[in-house]
């Protein structure tokens, strides 16, 4: 890990970036926002995580390295935190579910911080909230809006069903009265007439080429599915066994992981910093503007548990998955305006793996601190990146705000005093 300190700007490309929205120089550019606006810094240390995609090795490397924590031995649970770690609020900035190594032993970590009394709060991510729409769906009565949740997750799903299956389902009885495979599949996948069905249902919210995609898309999933569920030793029936056993533990109140949808929210905010997994368009800026942190993260809650389709396809999902693409909701100046006039100068968020640590993006007027620093193995291979990870984003009271990445040779400091 990094021990010196390099002024952020200073890694150029590798650390700051900006749209055509700024024509000028990007120092210069960053320099006229900072001016412009009297930031207010959050009381307390934050230490923002993001996009562990299930590693917990690089997620506790992470907290060592924010210096939240302090290791005493090799197990998961050999760890205290440190007198910064008491002061600090840890923010999970979302991603936490996804296909391995282990979402369970990732959970259960952060779990052992709540329990030693960190400051935890947690951001919802796209991997997380799709599991949880994808699964719950299973229990609802047959609707063309929601009946492709379950099998539109692909592939990504299985290896926790099957975490879940060797980890809870190994008793005699525990795949007790199984429905047959027949059955199974019935519930699992979408009646032959959802294809009919849901264009003329999603019609009112979505474009005809976004319901043409969706549709292509939903096709391939539900004829590689079963050949995915085989490929990981389990078959339709224990797959549908093991998404019950989700639900038990997920979603009823005294699951063991009950308490990680129970606390999640869509946005938080500290002083001047939005903290959201992906990013904002034009309607989320507009309810910030007019209501609120606090009603949005209710709507959103409203929402994933009583209007999944509504959810999926309107803004609010837009902020757990844009990446500011042509087929994103938009981002525009007007919007920028809209929460700049309730003080938020800053957007922190994760959703854009950066294969060099954060990065600062200036966006329609807008600083963004994007904090994907590509922290789990699965993406790191993909990206042709060598060796354990560990990143996080820090924000001090004092007013300076740490990039620290072990893909970065120093720490990125950002000093609005000495910009």
Same mark, same amino acid.
């Given at each position: ?23 000028? *120089?990007?120092?210069?550019e ?15 240390p ?16 992470s ?5 939240? !924590?302090?290791?005493?031995? *090799? ?5 205290? /935190? ?9 923010i ?7 296909k ?21 709060r ?13 699964i ?21 799903v ?7 299956h ?12 199984? *429905? ?45 599915f ?6 990981a ?14 639900q038990?533990?997920?979603l009823?109140?005294?699951g063991e ?5 129970d ?20 309607? !989320? ?16 809650r ?28 938009? /981002? ?15 957007i922190?968020?994760?959703? /854009? ?50 990039g ?10 950002f000093?609005?005093q000495?910009?």
């Amino acid at each position: 890990m990094p021990v010196q300190r390099q002024p952020w700007a200073e890694g150029k490309g590798d650390s700051i970036r900006k749209d055509l929205y700024h024509r000028g *120089p990007v120092g210069e550019e960053l320099r006229a926002l900072i001016e412009r606006d009297r930031w207010k810094w959050p009381k307390q240390p934050i230490i923002f995580l993001s996009d562990m995609h299930a590693d917990t090795d690089a997620f506790i490397a992470s907290l060592v390295a924010s210096g939240g !924590i302090k290791k005493r031995g *090799p197990g998961d649970n050999d760890f205290r /935190l440190t007198g910064i770690g008491r002061k600090a609020r840890f923010i999970i900035g979302g991603d936490c579910i996804d296909k391995g190594p282990s979402s369970i032993r990732l959970l259960q970590s952060i779990r052992m911080l709540m329990d030693r009394k960190a400051d935890v709060r947690i951001l919802a991510g796209n991997h997380d909230v799709r599991m949880m729409l994808g699964i719950r769906s299973l229990g609802l009565p047959s609707d063309p809006r929601t009946d492709h949740f379950f099998i539109r997750m692909g592939p990504k799903v299985v290896p926790f069903l099957k975490e879940i299956h060797d980890k809870y389902l190994q008793g005699k009885n525990a795949l007790r009265d199984l *429905p047959t495979s027949r059955e199974c599949r019935r519930r699992l996948f979408p009646p032959k007439s959802w294809f009919n069905e849901f264009p003329r249902l999603a019609s009112w919210v979505m474009p005809d080429s976004g319901i043409e995609r969706e549709m292509k898309r939903l096709r391939t999933k539900m004829e590689r599915f079963e050949d995915d569920v085989n490929s990981a030793g389990l078959t339709l029936r224990t797959a549908y066994a093991a998404a019950r056993k989700w639900q038990q533990l997920f979603l009823h109140p005294k699951g063991e992981f009950y308490w990680f949808y129970d606390q999640m929210r869509l946005a938080h905010r500290e002083g001047s910093f939005l903290f959201i997994h992906a990013g904002l368009d034009d309607r !989320i800026a507009r309810i910030i503007n007019e209501s609120g942190i606090k009603p949005l993260n209710q709507e959103f809650r409203r929402q994933v548990h009583k209007d999944l389709f509504d959810f999926y396809y309107g803004p609010l999902a837009n902020s757990i998955r844009t990446k500011y693409r042509e087929v994103d909701m938009p /981002l525009t100046r007007q919007g920028v305006e809209s929460v700049r006039r309730k003080g938020i100068y800053a957007i922190v968020h994760g959703h /854009l793996n950066l294969p060099r640590g954060q990065r600062i993006m200036l966006r329609k007027g807008m600083v963004n601190f994007q904090c994907d620093s590509t922290m789990d193995r699965n993406t790191r291979k993909k990206e042709g990146l060598k060796g354990p990870a560990a990143a996080a984003t820090i924000f001090l009271p004092e007013g300076v705000a740490m990039g620290v990445s072990s893909d970065y040779p120093f720490i990125k400091t950002f000093d609005p005093q000495s910009t």
